[in-house]
């Protein structure tokens, strides 16, 4: 198991290296002279030049790299134009909003994602099921921030129940529901699909069927064969959709006004505060990466042949 | 049998879907009512009617008309960025899975790397940089970024197929390795290839509308559906049909590629029929 985590978290090296290189390239690189970004157009030519020597533009580009890279590993992440102030404080402040909306989709997404499936399993071909399966294919293809202008329309404008937007006073979910709702959609359709076509295909596995043979209980079967088995896909499928999630939360989290990474992102886009930008999607590309190889270890936990140097992937004939 | 059924409506809807927003998007000329930059400023903010089926936005233009012509950005980006993606992919899918070894090993662990990235957010951040984003840079990011998954599926496939006993049979008659690649082993990945590449129109279309809707994709006054929904926000609580209708296209769009995809892959794996 040790050699295991360590096999996974040197993988991790050259992802975020990789992910921090190409922000180098785009932020230092291609938009020319970050120096008069940063200034506005009408500087004068000797602000241009402190500016440029304070952000070590003067120096040769892998000078600049290795600077970048070693301010990144000690988690700077560069100064905001617009707010005066460094990225990492923004994204600081921003973190627990965006945190807090994620959980509860993928919260919402498991509940209600999970029991379609099992709940259209168990009655496969029926109304029901075909009723799941048609919805959660409308819940993979929605656009998440037109769902959330529409859940605006319907709960805020005409129901007038809950908030537009928002984050409100203390802790107050009430501002919570329609966007983490919105935001869970297309991953509550994939939990739908994974958790339904998992749970018919261990259904019909050998050790369910002996089970049975053996006259143990339906719901003990359920709950000791069936659902450890058929978590397994579940588990690499919320890993995945969790880019989604945290790509959707920019644009749900501008929609309704949510004080969160996301927002300050696209904030930050319209005023093309580049820092703030690049900042957030190396942030939210982190989050992604350290989040997935927490699952590949809780995966590993469930499943002890992962833990298997050789071991190609789960499901197949064996 | 319900199986087979169910998989031809998955098979049938997406087709009808894609069918209309391709006629919809080639003919839109002639199927648009009105051209759809024409500013109307004495019909502003019209609820839907006869004359403007889904109504009219701030600027008096035809929504209807809007819709359909958005449909060209989003069919043109979702299969172009595809195509770009897929040749790729399957240029170094091939050539890894047939090369195998050490240039194997190198490859795949690069494709790795990229399918680690969150391929949104990625593209996000190379849109951001551009001063004015138009939907070229659009499609030419995404299929530059997407390419990952589609080079670790022909990898599999080819891998598989190269010990086949024709290809076998290709090689000690004298067929070039570039023969062999081309005429008997990806042929036959063609099926595989079809329902990834579908469903990436579909992955394709979503992303762009988001970030269109987010500023960095078509910038007004061109009627691309996530831009629409852009401009439409800021009057939803009085007038939502701005919104509704693009919206709506998004969906479907995206829907009827989905199916699509779903409907080929069932049709393609009848294993797979059987046991779900």
Redesign the interface.
Known sequence: MLSFIGRRLL?LV??VW??AT??FI??YV??GDPARLMAGQNAAQETLDILRHRMGLDRPLLERYGMFLSNLARGDLGYSYRQRRPVSRVIFERFPATLELALASIVIALIFGVSAGILAARMQ?SALD?GV?ILS??G????V???G??L??VF??WLGVLP?GGYGEGWNLRYLILPAVSLSAISTGYFARISR?SF??VM?ADYVMAARARGIPEHRIISRHILRNAAIPLVTVVGTN???L???A??TE??FAWPGIGRA??DA??V?D?PV??GG?IF??FI??TA?LAIDLLYALIDPRIRLPGYQGAGGEQ | M?GPR?YSFNLCLGLVLAAVLAVSSLGARFFAPYDPYAVDITRVMEPPSVTHPFGTDYLGRDILSRVIFGGRISLAVGILAVLIAGLIGTALGAFAGYAGGWMDEILM?FT???L???????A???M??F?NPTVTKIFLVLGLVGWANIARLVRAEVMAIKERDYVTAARSIGVGPFGIVLRHILPNTLGTLSVALTLGV?GNI?TE??LS????GAQPPVPSW?AM?TEG?FF??TR?WV??F??LA??LT??GF??LG?GIRDALDPRLKR??
Not at chain 2, 213 to 216: A, D, E, K, M, P
């Open positions: 993988s050259p992802v990789g992910i190409l922000v785009l932020m291609v938009p071909g075909y399966m294919l409308l993979i293809s929605t656009p921030f037109w769902l202008l529409m605006i329309v805020s404008v537009v076509s018919l295909e019909r969790l880019a989604g945290l790509g959707g920019v644009a501008t929609v992102i696209y886009i319209l093309r580049l930008v690049e999607v939210l590309a992604f990466v997935n | 319900r169910k662990r790795d790397i990229v680690a990235f969150p391929t949104a957010l990625l996000l951040a190379v951001a940089i001063e579909a979503l509308a988001w809707f987010l500023g960095l996530g929904i926000q939803l609580t939502p919104c509704i693009p919206g998004i969906l995206v829907l989905n199916m779903d046991r779900i």
